[in-house]
């Protein structure tokens, strides 16, 4: 997907995709990462998720990256944070207490930039891109950052000709393909969640699951 694509879902409201409240499947698996407590945990394509607040309110802190300024504004703006912004070669970023949030995109972002991140979370990330982005994202951006680096991985999975994406479906064989050279793969969960996904099942989609992978990197 482009970036005008994406520019253009924030721009016409069309982000389905977020969620009034933290991803449950984050609370129920974070704690298993056993992360210090001033982690700093790079969340990438955020858009303007509830889980940078959550990560924050765990003492950690977070370092997020989005394309579209509409999200950005609004994730400050919904919450009450006033940020300071400031310019870098990645993008702007918008700084409110332990929450960074780069107005850029994750493609440019270096490993100087992301050295400090203990742990990565990706809710709606990979399976937003298609085949080409996606192994351009497991295979440029996540190579930089830094060994030992832990994190949650959420994808789904379901019949890619009921329904076009984003988001895709990305299967268990992909994602171990797409992450093996660099990381450790271990998949926590699978749970059926058609039931609670009545767009999916409007569109004709017969079976849809979401799969947590915790990840590390070697
Ligand atoms: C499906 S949304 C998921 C947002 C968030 N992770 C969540 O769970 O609500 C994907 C987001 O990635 C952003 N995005 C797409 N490509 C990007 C890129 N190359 N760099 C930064 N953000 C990007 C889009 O603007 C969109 O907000």
């Not at 207490?97 to 709606?124: P, S, T």
């Not at 329904?163 to 990381?183: M, S």
Request: charged share 25%; with cysteine; glycine share 6%.
């Amino acid at each position: 997907m482009e970036a005008e694509f994406w520019r253009q879902r924030w721009q016409d409201n069309q982000i389905g995709f977020h969620q009034d409240r933290p991803s449950p499947l984050l609370l129920k698996h974070w704690p298993s990462l056993a992360l210090a407590v001033d982690s700093r945990v790079f969340v990438p394509l955020a858009g303007k998720t509830l889980d940078m607040l959550w990560f924050a309110a765990q003492g950690h802190r977070v370092l997020g990256v989005e394309l579209s300024r509409i999200a950005v504004e609004d994730f400050f703006a919904e919450h009450g944070l006033r940020p300071e912004i400031a310019e870098s070669r990645y993008g702007l970023h918008y700084r409110a207490g332990a929450i960074e949030l780069i107005c850029g995109d994750a493609f440019a972002l270096d490993a100087e930039l992301l050295a400090d991140c203990a742990a990565v979370f990706d809710r709606a990330a990979l399976i937003a891109l298609p085949p080409p982005l996606r192994r351009r994202y497991a295979g440029e951006l996540y190579p930089r950052l830094p060994q030992g680096c832990r994190g949650l991985l959420i994808t789904l999975e379901y019949p890619q000709h009921e329904k076009q994406g984003p988001p895709f479906c990305v299967g268990e064989q992909e994602v171990r393909a797409l992450y093996a050279r660099d990381w450790g793969v271990n998949t926590l969960e699978r749970r059926d969640i058609l039931a609670q996904q009545p767009s999916f099942v409007a569109e004709g989609v017969s079976a849809l699951e979401t799969i947590v992978y915790a990840l590390e990197r070697r």
